[in-house]
């Protein structure tokens, strides 16, 4: 290779090589002298050259400069308890980092709030939210989850129940028609409960009531227990309810009910230390060997007793649905003060027992009910996965990931446009010229901007409720939705929003239940 660039360059391509010949020949040198001074300078040239190449090598230019990390921003939550401890709450917390939530505190500018308190007496500033931001509880939900109130409702599935001493009298007249009837007193810490005789209750004790006794219920290997059902409540004016359909809880007494003693308060009270479903021995096999749900365990166990766990279910839905028809009056009136009706949404446990003829009773709804799964741990994946589709069913789960909740109007578009809306084709496409007619208020002509905003949620509750079930307004089939009419009980808002649903189960099976 030396070679062949040493004849190139004796062969004048270089102008300083040719200049020595040159010279060399003036001075009358030999041929062969020549082309050994040739030889030498081309070498040294070379040489030269990859010097300077190899000096490049070694030093390399500057170093590219490295990116600097940034962390993607996220939208935040926060948990709020009145004495700062949130160790019960951790599958909370659990649930809202895997959604890619960030902690944070009451005084950032946070995107969700859970709060383990009733916080509308506390955190004042909850009237003036952001209509991005969402809490946990409703102003007002006290009026369903009020042990007093909820007990003295007068409705088909409650238990009887007088408030003391205000309807003393009225227990008296109650106790005359029935004399074999027993009550419970309790109050809204919820302690000291026990059956007693109307003559052994104190009926002077302000701030209690009384009620009276489910007698004959329902046992399963001999205990005597409850069915704790996750209820959602996503909105008021109208009213939306759901319930968790995944599972429900099973509480179970620790002794067992027969041979019946009133003084033995652990055959018929429930309280922390119950019975786990997976110790009782007929829902055992279902539950833990055979590794179904609490629910359908029970619903298997009930079949084999020849017994129909559906009635029992459709009566748990129609109690849910009397408690809050019965309430929403009061909560919207509540509602009114605050600023946004659209940014609250409430989880709250109905606690039911069961007599022998399957007749349901509620007796109590928990506000911020028990999450803590550290004295029955298998517990936590119930926890979980209520969390789970409590969160995506109000939207905090997010199928749009931002740094806060905030949607633009192109992300609302992009996941419900106004085409997803429409219901009832044959009427508002050709005959609501004008929007006076009942049926013609949710066309798209018709709809104001509020309802607008509103079937958009429901839309998107629809989309993103996985196992929740909808109870209010009530599920249908399509041949239900083909024949049934709403109901002149309900409210002018209530029945666009049945009107609706029922359309959008006309037009397609899958709206149904």
């Not at 009930?302 to 009061?330: D, F, H, N």
Request: aromatic residues 10%.
């Amino acid at each position: 290779m030396c070679f062949n660039k040493i004849l190139h360059a004796s062969s004048g391509s270089s102008p300083s090589v040719q200049h020595n010949f040159d010279a060399l020949t003036m001075r009358g040198l030999s041929r062969t002298t020549k082309v050994l001074i040739a030889v030498g300078v081309a070498c040294s040239i070379l040489i030269l050259l990859n010097m300077l190449e190899l000096r490049n090598i070694r030093e390399p230019g500057p170093a590219p400069q490295k990116l600097k990390a940034t962390k993607a921003k996220q939208p935040k939550f926060v948990v709020y308890t009145k004495d700062g401890r949130t160790g019960h709450l951790k599958h909370v917390f659990n649930v809202m980092r895997r959604l890619g939530y960030e902690e944070s505190t009451v005084e950032d500018n946070w995107d969700v709030l859970w709060s383990h308190p009733y916080p509308f007496t506390i955190l004042p500033a909850l009237k003036h939210l952001k209509p991005h931001q969402k809490v946990n509880h409703f102003p007002g939900s006290g009026f369903i989850t009020n042990k007093a109130n909820l007990a003295t409702m007068d409705i088909p599935h409650v238990p009887k129940a007088f408030r003391l001493p205000k309807d003393r009298e009225l227990l008296f007249d109650y106790v005359k028609r029935n004399p074999k009837k027993v009550f419970v007193q309790k109050s809204n810490h919820h302690r000291g409960i026990k059956i007693s005789n109307v003559k052994e209750l104190d009926l002077s004790a302000n701030g209690t009531f009384v009620q009276e006794y489910v007698d004959r219920p329902l046992l399963v290997d001999g205990y005597k227990f409850d069915i704790g059902v996750y209820t959602i409540l996503t909105s008021v004016d109208p009213l939306r309810v759901y319930i968790y359909g995944g599972d429900v809880l099973f509480r179970f007494c620790p002794e067992k009910y027969h041979p019946f003693d009133p003084k033995v308060v652990d055959k018929y009270v429930i309280g922390d230390d119950y019975l786990p479903t997976w110790k009782v021995p007929s829902l055992k096999k279902y539950f833990t060997d055979g590794g179904f749900s609490m629910k359908d365990s029970f619903d298997a166990y009930m079949r084999e007793i020849g017994k129909e766990p559906e009635k029992v279910w459709k009566s748990v839905e129609a109690a849910i649905q009397e408690v809050y028809l019965q309430t929403e009056l009061s909560i919207v009136n509540l509602l009114s003060q605050y600023k946004t009706k659209q940014t609250y949404f409430e989880m709250v446990r109905f606690d039911f027992v069961i007599d022998e003829d399957l007749n349901v009773f509620i007796m109590e709804a928990n506000m911020s009910p028990n999450l803590s799964s550290q004295h029955f741990p298998p517990n936590s994946i119930l926890y979980e996965q209520v969390l789970f589709n409590l969160l995506s069913l109000v939207g905090v789960g997010q199928q749009v990931h931002k740094e806060s909740l905030i949607r633009t109007k192109e992300e609302m578009i992009m996941q419900v446009n106004s085409k997803q809306l429409g219901v009832y084709p044959e009427i508002c496409g050709t005959r609501c010229d004008t929007c006076m007619a009942p049926e013609c208020q949710i066309c798209q002509g018709c709809l104001t901007e509020e309802m607008h905003r509103t079937l958009q949620a429901a839309y998107l509750e629809h989309v993103n409720r996985h196992e929740c079930r909808r109870v209010f307004p009530p599920p249908m089939t399509q041949k239900e939705a083909a024949k049934h009419f709403v109901s002149d009980s309900y409210s002018p808002e209530n029945q666009l929003m049945y009107r609706w649903f029922k359309g959008k189960c006309l037009l397609d099976k899958a709206w149904c239940e």
